[in-house]
C-alpha cells in the first residue's frame, strides 16, 4: 500500500492506494486485432485525468468498490477497445493493439477524510486532487500508459470518488460522457441508453487527399515574448476562477457595446474575455502573434453526420490568430469577432480537410505561444450515476499542459463556469486582478 500525504487547508489528507489489478470485459470479445484510429483521434493523444465524488444520504460506500469494478468489467464489452494497448502502426499514426491481455487498469484507495472536504474543484489543491487518480510510475511516455485507469477512493463520511485517466485519442468529451453514462447504468442493472459506435473508419481520409482550407492551427508561432520576460523563471500554478450568471451576462452587455456583432453566445463571449485577459496579464509584446484553439463539435455538421453514440473524437481543432496588442487594445467585440468568424469555417469541407492535411503533414497542432481552450459546460457532467445518485461535485484534476484551459459546470451551481488554468505566479495575481473588474 502506498501512502500519499499532501497538506491542504492546514490539515494533513492522506489517501492510502492498494495495488492496481486489471479489468477486462465480463463477456468474450469476438473483435481483436488492430483498432484504428482516425486522424481527428491522432491529433489529441493526451491523457485526461477527471473525478467524479459521490456521497448518498441513504447508502454508505461499503459496496461502492465492488459495483463500479463489476460494472466497468460490463461496459467494457461494449467499449472493448479501451483494453487495448497504444502502439504505432507501420504507417507512424496511433493504432490500438486488442491482441493482448491487456485491461483497465483498477485501485482501491481510502482517504482519511470526509468526501466535503475534497469535492470542491476551485479551492482543492490540484496536488492533492491529482492523487484521486492512479498514474504509473515510471512511464516515459503515452505508450507507456494504458488507455484507460480507475481508482475508487473511498472517504470516512461513507462518500466515494471515482477518478478516471483515459487517453483523449479514444473518446473525446461527448464519447466520454456517454461511456461514464452508460457504466453507470450497467452497474443498476440498467441497458445501455446510447449504444457505442467503434467504427471510425468512417472518417478515413480521402484517396487521394484533397487539402481545401489553410490550417493555421497546426502553424508554429514564434514566442518573442518569452525571451523578454522575467516569468520565464516563475513558477506556473493553476488556479480555478468562477464566472456566476451576473459577471456572464455582464460579459455578453460588454460585448454588444457598439452593436458591432448582431449576436454573441457565452461561449464566444467567455473565450474572448479569456483569451484578451490572458494576453493582459502575461503582458505579451504588442507584436506578439498569439493563437487561440478551441474545438467544435463536428458530429452534426458531417455530410452525413456522424451515427448517434459515436465513440471517438468527432471534433475538430478551429482556431484564430492576431497579435496580442490588436486584441489587448481593442474592445471584446472584436477578440468575439474573431471566435465567430473560426466558428463558422467549420463545416464538412473543412473537416475533411482537416482529416486530410495530417494525412499529408503528420502535423500536429502547435501550442506555442497558443492557448487551447477546452469546454466541458455543456457536457452532462452531473447526469451520471452508479446507484448513489448524481455527483456533488465532478470536473477536471489537472491540465494536461500549460497552454490548456478547461471550462466546467460549477458544482453547486450548473449555470454558473469554472475555468482552471495555469500562469507564472505573477501574472496569475493580474488575471485574477482583472476578471474581479467585471
Not at 502547435?366 to 452531473?382: D, Q
Request: glycine share 8%; proline share 6%.
Amino acid at each position: 500500500m502506498d501512502d500519499i500525504s499532501n497538506e491542504s487547508n492546514n490539515e494533513m489528507i492522506t489517501i492510502t492506494k492498494g495495488e492496481p489489478t486489471r479489468v477486462h470485459p465480463n463477456e468474450p470479445v469476438e473483435k481483436k486485432g488492430l483498432y484504428y484510429l482516425s486522424n481527428l483521434d491522432q491529433n489529441i493523444a493526451a491523457t485526461i485525468p477527471t473525478v467524479y465524488f459521490f456521497k448518498s444520504e441513504g447508502k454508505g460506500n461499503e459496496e461502492a468498490v465492488e459495483m463500479v469494478k463489476n460494472g466497468l468489467s460490463k461496459i467494457l464489452v461494449y467499449y472493448y477497445p479501451l483494453t487495448g494497448k497504444l502502439m504505432i502502426s507501420s504507417e507512424g499514426k496511433l493504432i490500438v493493439d486488442c491482441n493482448g491481455d491487456g485491461g483497465a487498469v483498477f485501485v482501491e484507495a481510502e482517504a482519511n477524510c470526509g468526501v466535503e472536504e475534497m469535492a470542491d474543484l476551485t479551492k482543492v489543491d490540484h496536488v492533492v486532487l491529482r492523487q484521486l487518480v492512479y498514474h504509473i510510475p515510471g512511464a516515459r511516455n503515452l505508450l507507456e500508459i494504458p488507455l484507460l485507469m480507475v481508482q475508487v477512493t473511498k472517504f470516512k463520511c461513507g462518500g466515494f470518488a471515482i477518478g478516471m485517466s483515459m487517453n483523449h485519442c479514444m473518446l473525446d468529451g461527448i464519447a466520454a460522457m456517454e461511456f461514464v453514462n452508460g457504466w453507470g447504468e450497467v452497474t443498476r442493472a440498467l441497458p445501455l441508453n446510447v449504444t457505442p459506435f467503434l467504427d471510425r473508419t468512417i472518417l478515413k481520409p480521402r484517396n487521394p487527399p484533397l487539402i481545401e482550407f489553410p490550417h493555421h492551427e497546426f502553424d508554429e508561432i514564434e514566442d518573442i515574448s518569452i525571451k523578454t520576460s522575467l516569468r520565464q523563471h516563475e513558477q506556473i500554478i493553476h488556479k480555478s476562477f468562477t464566472f456566476n450568471a451576473p459577471k456572464l451576462a455582464k460579459l455578453k452587455e460588454t460585448a454588444m457595446e457598439g452593436r458591432v456583432l448582431s449576436k454573441c453566445t457565452t461561449f464566444e463571449t467567455l473565450s474572448g474575455f479569456i483569451w484578451k485577459t490572458r494576453c493582459q496579464a502575461l503582458n505579451l509584446l504588442p507584436q506578439q502573434k498569439t493563437k487561440l484553439l478551441f474545438a467544435i463539435n463536428g458530429r452534426p455538421k458531417f455530410i452525413p453526420p456522424l451515427p448517434k453514440g459515436y465513440a471517438g473524437n468527432g471534433i475538430v481543432i478551429t482556431n484564430s490568430i492576431v497579435e496580442a496588442g490588436e486584441l489587448v487594445e481593442k474592445p471584446l467585440s472584436f477578440a468575439v469577432g474573431l471566435i465567430q468568424e473560426a466558428i463558422e469555417l467549420v463545416n464538412d469541407r473543412y473537416m475533411r480537410s482537416a482529416i486530410d492535411y495530417f494525412e499529408v503533414t503528420r502535423a500536429r497542432p502547435s501550442l506555442a505561444a497558443t492557448v487551447l481552450l477546452t469546454t466541458w459546460s455543456r457536457l452532462p457532467l452531473y447526469t451520471i450515476d452508479f446507484g448513489w445518485g448524481e455527483p456533488i461535485c465532478s470536473g477536471p484534476v489537472a491540465l494536461p499542459e500549460n497552454p490548456v484551459l478547461i471550462l466546467f459546470p460549477h458544482h453547486k451551481d450548473h449555470k454558473s463556469i469554472n475555468l482552471v488554468l495555469g500562469l507564472p505566479v505573477s501574472a496569475m495575481k493580474m488575471f485574477g486582478e482583472l476578471i474581479m473588474e467585471i
